[in-house]
T-cell receptor, first 115, second 109 residues
Framework: EPEVTQTPSHQVTQMGQEVILRCVPISNHLYFYWYRQILGQKVEFLVSFYNNEISEKSEIFDDQFSVERPDGSNFTLKIRSTKLEDSAMYFC?????????????FGSGTQLSVL | GNSVTQMEGPVTLSEEAFLTINCTYTATGYPSLFWYVQYPGEGLQLLLKATKADDKGSNKGFEATYRKETTSFHLEKGSVQVSDSAVYFCALNDYKLSFGAGTTVTVRA
């Protein structure tokens, strides 16, 4: 079965450093998403991406965040200057169909720890 | 805005016990409702869904009924197995998915 792949599974960084979280969506999918879950809290929507541009973003997704699809296969989330409160599990998801969100396929997540 | 609230865990059960995880929602319209599951070391997977009132979603022995009158979508399984140990998330679709906080379930042999 096709799957969404995320790397690394765990990333540790110092506060103020830049991090890039990587995702390889399912190959024929067109819609891409990032979600995150701070320990003990809800899974939160960050951003959706379609046709090489952001289609929607939450208030969490401020100027410190950016997304990119650099080569047609990878989908990356960059945090420019990490803060302690960015520590969370980050999930990438992809979908071939925007009209029915239940067809999101999620990766296994990257646990980001900011020290 | 739309949101879901699910019972806090963790929940620990013995094999063959009955499992129920409560989920209630707040929504202005009639969103689709979902249960996602995350097994250890894996990504979120859709477990079941219901798209309108009184619909019952079911999969792998789990069931949940969309109750408009109580704004609920409780997850149930009559006889759990060790392999059901996972984190369960209730979610609703308001164009993007809105998740509950997740409930960790551990089933002991």
């Amino acid at each position: 079965e096709p799957e969404v792949t995320q790397t690394p599974s765990h990333q540790v960084t110092q506060m103020g450093q830049e991090v890039i979280l990587r995702c390889v969506p399912i190959s024929n999918h067109l819609y891409f998403y990032w979600y995150r879950q701070i320990l003990g809290q809800k899974v939160e929507f960050l951003v959706s991406f379609y046709n090489n541009e952001i289609s929607e973003k939450s208030e969490i997704f401020d100027d410190q965040f950016s997304v990119e699809r650099p080569d047609g296969s990878n989908f990356t989330l960059k945090i420019r200057s990490t803060k302690l409160e960015d520590s969370a599990m980050y999930f990438c998801a992809s979908s071939g169909d925007q009209t029915t969100n239940e067809k999101l396929f999620f990766g296994s997540g990257t646990q980001l720890s900011v020290l | 805005g739309n949101s879901v609230t699910q019972m806090e865990g963790p929940v620990t059960l013995s094999e063959e016990a009955f499992l129920t995880i409560n989920c209630t929602y707040t929504a202005t319209g009639y969103p689709s409702l979902f249960w996602y599951v995350q097994y250890p070391g894996e990504g979120l997977q859709l477990l079941l869904k219901a798209t309108k009132a009184d619909d019952k979603g079911s999969n792998k022995g789990f069931e949940a009924t969309y109750r408009k009158e109580t704004t609920s979508f409780h997850l149930e399984k009559g006889s759990v197995q060790v392999s059901d140990s996972a984190v369960y998330f209730c979610a609703l679709n308001d164009y993007k998915l809105s998740f509950g906080a997740g409930t960790t379930v551990t089933v002991r042999a």
